[in-house]
């Protein structure tokens, strides 16, 4: 993992007021990218609950600053976002919070195509590049 940029990506975070320390940050980013590629090689989604397991929080506010720390990592290295891996239970899709960040990077305009189009799109992207 590219640590410089990373931390790049986690002053963005913080300077979009989430609450969160380095020392915290940069491992389970860097944990929940590694969960994520596993799940690619299995052709597989994995649940909020189940990754949060995975990686040792139980707060789903945490995880959710992980992942967006994630998907502007992936951003800046022009990789698809991982974080389209990860879904509800219920839906079998990723939450809303996934689809804002995506509008706010211009990788989904909910004026082209619905949630479930870009989820198929992104999720096909993900699998083809990792």
Known sequence: MDF??????????KAEGHQTR???????????RGELIENVNNWSQVTY???????NTDHRKYLGIYLHGLTYYNYE???PP????VVTEETRRPGDG???QAEELGIYDPAVE?????????????????
């Not at 410089?4 to 002053?11: I, K, M, S």
């Not at 380095?22 to 929940?32: G, I």
């Not at 991982?82 to 891996?85: F, I, P, S, T």
């Open 98 to 100: 996934f689809y804002e």
């Open 22 to 32: 380095w020392n915290m940050f940069k491992p389970r980013v860097s944990q929940v």
């Open 77 to 79: 290295r022009n990789e």
């Open 4 to 13: 410089n940029l990373l931390y790049d990506v986690f002053e963005r975070t």
């Open 114 to 130: 619905t949630e479930d189009e870009a989820f198929e799109r992104l999720s096909h992207e993900v699998f083809q590049f990792y």
């Open 49 to 55: 609950e189940s990754l949060g397991r995975e990686i």
């Open 82 to 85: 991982l974080a389209v891996l």
